[in-house]
Nanobody, 118 residues
Framework: QVQLVESGGGLVQPGGSLRLSCAAS????????MGWYRQAPGKQREMIAV???????NYADSVKGRFTISRDNAKNTVYLQMNSLKPDDTAVYYC????????????WGQGTQVTVSP
């Protein structure tokens, strides 16, 4: 059974920082590109950051220079360091795993709420 379990969300003031974690189980982690997406109320889910199995990371323009995605294949975990948070960053953040194999598999976590407010 595949599980992606996010943690680290919460309430933070503008300008603050949070670090999200996503622990994966049930997959061969190193074969999956890992990503973070978010969905704000009334908006579509959007890609925030993706880290492939190899190669360079990719970020949405709205978070470039503020957010950093990283992965630890030994711990089957992907992280999202979020700095200089803004109220517009308020959303439910989801972890995504997408296989790089010939047959594509994709999984989602349950989401973690991030609220940026004074």
């Amino acid at each position: 059974q595949v599980q992606l379990v996010e943690s680290g969300g919460g309430l933070v003031q503008p300008g603050g920082s949070l670090r999200l974690s996503c622990a994966a189980s049930g997959i061969i982690f190193r074969l999956y590109a890992m990503g973070w997406y978010r969905q704000a109320p009334g908006k579509q889910r959007e890609m925030i950051a993706v880290i492939p199995t190899g190669g360079s990371t990719n970020y949405a323009d709205s978070v470039k220079g503020r957010f950093t995605i990283s992965r630890d294949n030994a711990k089957n975990t992907v992280y999202l360091q979020m700095n200089s948070l803004k109220p517009d960053d308020t959303a439910v953040y989801y972890c995504n795993a997408a296989s790089s194999t010939a047959i594509r598999y994709e999984y989602w976590g349950q989401g973690t709420q991030v609220t940026v407010s004074p």
